[in-house]
T-cell receptor
Framework: KAGVTQTPRYLIKTRGQQVTLSCSPI?????VSWYQQTPGQGLQFLFE???????NKGNFPGRFSGRQFSNSRSEMNVSTLELGDSALYLC?????????????FGNGTRLTVT | GQQVMQIPQYQHVQEGEDFTTYCNSS?????IQWYKQRPGGHPVFLIQ?????EVKKQKRLTFQFGEAKKNSSLHITATQTTDVGTYFCAGLLYGGSQGNLIFGKGTKLSVKP
């Protein structure tokens, strides 16, 4: 079974720009969650999508948004980038989500904002 | 907001020594999961504990869930260099409306050969 695929692996953007990250979950997994990982704050939950609906959201500003398509693939968008948005963005798929089943993480997208 | 505290933040051991990391929540948890992240890698699921007082073993790794379902531990016996990485616990709040896992900040383990 193929794992979770995230693209791109690396991104360098300038302050004020926007960025879109993509995630393809494991086949059969309908839940996709996004996390931001930084050395200081650890793994912080952004949002979870299940069957194209956002059913959970973390404490991030509205500049962070996402969506899920009918094939369960998900995208995350960050608008008006700030220096503090530099981080590793991890996508994780799971069978049923809501913290009740294991998360399978992708390799992440390393975003650098200059 | 709700937090899951994990200690210690760092642990340096000699190969062959034991290692333990602890996870504590002020709120009862429905379940707790443990993940390992190798340097440069992504978190990989290790185990999920659900029942009060549950103990599970995976070779040299022993996982425990406290009786009150507010704390958990991961113990590694006779560490090896392959155990290097950061170990995260992630708890699901009991009865929480959010329904998302809250991750501890992790314990970074280094093993000196």
């Amino acid at each position: 079974k193929a794992g979770v695929t995230q693209t791109p692996r690396y991104l360098i953007k300038t302050r004020g720009q926007q960025v879109t990250l993509s995630c393809s979950p494991i086949s059969g997994h309908r839940s996709v969650s996004w996390y931001q990982q930084t050395p200081g704050q650890g793994l912080q939950f952004l949002f979870e999508y299940f069957s194209e609906t956002q059913r959970n959201k973390g404490n991030f500003p509205g500049r962070f948004s996402g969506r899920q398509f009918s094939n369960s693939r998900s995208e995350m968008n960050v608008s008006t980038l700030e220096l503090g948005d530099s981080a590793l963005y991890l996508c994780a798929s799971s069978l049923i989500g809501r913290g009740n089943s294991p998360l399978h993480f992708g390799n992440g997208t390393r975003l650098t904002v200059t | 907001g709700q937090q899951v505290m994990q200690i210690p933040q760092y642990q340096h051991v000699q190969e062959g020594e034991d290692f333990t990391t602890y996870c504590n929540s002020s709120t009862t948890l429905s379940n707790i999961q443990w993940y390992k992240q190798r340097p440069g890698g992504h978190p990989v699921f290790l185990i999920q504990l659900v029942k009060s007082g549950e103990v599970k073993k995976q070779k040299r790794l022993t996982f425990q869930f406290g009786e009150a379902k507010k704390n958990s531990s991961l113990h590694i016996t006779a560490t090896q260099t392959t155990d290097v990485g950061t170990y995260f616990c992630a708890g699901l709040l009991y009865g929480g409306s959010q329904g998302n896992l809250i991750f501890g900040k992790g314990t970074k383990l280094s093993v000196k050969p």
